[in-house]
T-cell receptor, first 111, second 114 residues
Framework: DAGITQSPRHKVTETGTPVTLRCHQT?????MYWYRQDPGHGLRLIHY???????DKGEVSDGYSVSRSKTEDFLLTLESATSSQTSVYFC??????????FGSGTRLTVV | SQKIEQNSEALNIQEGKTATLTCNYT??????LQWYRQDPGRGPVFLLL?????KEKRKERLKVTFDTTLKQSLFHITASQPADSATYLC?????????????FGQGTTLQVKP
């Protein structure tokens, strides 16, 4: 979507390897969010950021870390990927009218 | 903790009919409740927001209601079209600002048949 991009779009990785997903925004917004989406669970918040170097945990943060060294970039790292982290990951920023704007997602498969 | 339930995983209707999707929540009433559309392989797209002091909100063929007594929101698509086929997500905002955390329901997949 305009203003927010995620990379990569797809990734297959092996159990135990580190993985980093990137979210890039051009809206200069302070807040950025990482969600994961799984069948039957909907979207669940992993971590969020409220400014450069300011981050906090969400509902399902175990096994994940984040970093925000620049306003435009929010990185999600799986230190040691597990099969339970196979999911679709979405990044989001607050948009107009109090709705969120989401990226197109990263489909991660851990084998 | 706050939970949201969308009462059906799938809904099939005939073109031209009105689709009605339900969203129920527990605990406290949120300041805002939102609806999103998600197409396969894409991120959710914001459709409508309704505030706790609003009973109804409309946008073109879409209508959302919010009943804080029943702790329920209804999402209606009138004169449905096959292009309306998608998954619809209900979400509530924790906090009263536009930077609060969103909690999502699991979604309802709508299929509109020609």
């Amino acid at each position: 979507d305009a203003g927010i991009t995620q990379s990569p779009r797809h990734k297959v990785t092996e159990t135990g390897t580190p993985v980093t997903l990137r979210c890039h925004q051009t809206e200069n917004h302070r807040y950025m969010y990482w969600y994961r989406q799984d069948p039957g669970h909907g979207l669940r918040l992993i971590h969020y950021s409220y400014g450069v170097k300011d981050t906090d945990k969400g509902e399902v943060s175990d096994g994940y870390s984040v970093s925000r060294s620049k306003t435009e970039d929010f990185l999600l790292t799986l230190e040691s990927a597990t099969s339970s982290q196979t999911s679709v990951y979405f990044c989001a920023i607050p948009g107009n009218n109090y709705g969120y704007t989401f990226g197109s997602g990263t489909r991660l498969t851990v084998v | 903790s706050q939970k949201i339930e969308q009462n059906s995983e799938a809904l099939n209707i005939q073109e031209g009919k009105t689709a009605t999707l339900t969203c129920n929540y527990t605990n406290y009433s949120p300041a805002y409740l939102q609806w999103y559309r998600q197409d396969p392989g894409r991120g959710p797209v914001f459709l409508l927001l309704i505030r706790e002091n609003e009973k109804e909100k409309r946008k073109e063929r879409l209508k959302v209601t919010f009943d804080t007594t029943l702790k329920q929101s209804l999402f209606h698509i009138t004169a449905s079209q096959p292009a309306d086929s998608a998954t619809y997500l209900c979400a509530l905002m924790q906090g009263s600002s536009n930077t609060g955390k969103l909690i999502f329901g699991q979604g309802t997949t709508l299929q509109v048949k020609p």
